[in-house]
């Protein structure tokens, strides 16, 4: 549990708490601005390297670590900031040429990729290639990619005929990639709607043995799913420091709002909730350490993580009353952020169905 960390990582959780209070919380406000400021501090810091492998000059921090790190990040709001480098994702472990051509340039922030896996609903067909020889030819979309409209290319998962499902690395410059839209969503980050065409890709360029595709993708989004519950449970303590600060406020009605039992219910109620959530994170951070498989712990995690922050800043929202929707409110501006929460990285109820089918059909996951 959080209480119990090595020297070494309260020191971790001591310095990063220093650095987002004295460093960070200034630059916070205008992030986009003060991205090279920020990417500067967190290098010193040593924090932007922890989730880079050490092939490329990172640390390769354990999952506690980078636990312990997103969780006071969260606690001061900061989870949307740039603080780690590039990690590898799909592309971990690749041999060459691609681990010449995309992941060194990638960790160097020379290139930036993007992740493609979310087809629309309108598809004919899943993204598929044909093989022919030493090269691949890819048709079809990807819908909802990340960062695509600035990424040098996409890690797409494509059907090959006659082998199965497949990582590839399209670049976004080959003839026949076509950007058919470009969005923004609730949570301020920005998407792109890419079309292939008869695209020529490099055979070489599928990520480890053509066919290992789906296990890869989903190792990656994987990965994520503990990161998104850290981040979310920091994020509750923030708001619960918030909302103690709100409740111990002289209000109107001649006293305190903490001072009215009914409030005082749902106050505990959201304590009771961030207390469970951060509990089972730091499990889980601890048995992925320990080499065990956390793939139904890390969905357990990620679900009740994510629904749970949404709950917290609704009835912080709820608590605080309409000026916490004032345009600009930062709980106005963390409710729009972790919605999202639950739909990217695996929506929750899917998540749900995998969780089920991991005890019921392949005997996995522990309580
Ligand atoms: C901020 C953000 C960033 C994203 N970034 C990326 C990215 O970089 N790359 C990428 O590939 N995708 C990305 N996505 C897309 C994301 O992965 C998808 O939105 C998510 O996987 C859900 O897929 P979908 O939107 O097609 O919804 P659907 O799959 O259509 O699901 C919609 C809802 O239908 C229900 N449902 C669907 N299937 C079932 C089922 N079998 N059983 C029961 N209920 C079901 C669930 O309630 C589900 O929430 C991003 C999304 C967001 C919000």
């Known amino acids: 549990m959080p209480e119990s960390l090595s ?3 309260e020191r971790l959780r001591d310095d990063t708490d220093a650095l987002a209070r004295e460093v960070l919380a200034p630059l916070a406000a205008d992030a986009a601005a003060n991205r090279a400021r920020i990417v500067a501090a967190s290098k010193e810091a040593g924090l932007f390297t922890m989730t880079q492998p050490r092939a490329f000059g990172g640390t390769e921090a354990t999952t506690l670590a980078l636990t312990v790190v997103r ?3 969260g606690s001061h709001n900061m989870t949307h900031l740039p603080v780690f480098g590039p990690g590898p994702g799909v592309l971990a472990g690749a041999g060459e040429p691609i681990a010449s051509r995309y992941l060194g340039p ?3 922030g020379a290139k930036r990729g993007s992740f493609g896996f979310t087809e629309p609903d309108d598809a004919e067909r899943a993204t598929w290639g044909r093989l022919d020889g030493d090269t691949l030819t890819v048709s079809g979309q990807k819908s909802y990619v990340t960062g695509g409209a600035d990424a040098d290319f996409i890690n797409a998962l494509v059907e090959i005929e006659d082998v199965g499902p497949a990582m590839v690395v399209i670049d976004t410059d080959r003839d026949g990639v076509r950007i058919r839209d470009r969005f923004g969503s609730l949570d301020g980050t920005h998407h792109t709607y890419f079309e292939f065409d008869d695209v020529a890709v490099p055979a070489a360029n599928i990520v480890g043995k053509p066919g290992d595709g789906l296990p890869r ?3 990656q989004i994987g990965d994520t799913r503990v990161a998104f519950a850290a981040e979310s ?7 619960l420091d918030f909302v ?3 409740l111990e406020a002289p209000h109107r009605s001649g006293a305190p709002l903490g001072a009215r039992e009914g409030v005082r219910l749902r106050y505990a109620d959201l304590r009771i909730q961030a207390y469970a959530a951060r509990s ?6 601890r048995l992925a350490d320990a080499g065990e498989n956390v793939v139904n712990e890390g969905i357990a995690c990620k679900v009740f993580a994510t629904e749970t922050v949404g709950n917290v800043v609704d009835t912080a929202i709820q608590l605080v009353g309409g000026k916490a929707l004032t345009i600009g409110h930062p709980l106005e501006q963390l409710y729009r952020r972790v919605r999202a929460l639950r739909l990217a990285e695996g929506a929750s ?3 749900r169905l995998n969780l089920a089918r991991g005890r019921l059909d392949l005997k996995k996951g522990r309580v």
């Open 217 to 219: 993708a989903l190792r």
């Open 7 to 9: 020297p070494e990582l």
């Open 71 to 73: 969780d006071t990040l």
């Open 233 to 239: 449970v920091g994020l509750m303590r923030w708001v």
């Open 244 to 246: 103690t600060t709100h």
């Open 349 to 351: 109820d899917i998540l």
């Open 106 to 108: 990638l960790m160097a």
């Open 280 to 285: 089972m994170v730091y499990r889980t951070a």
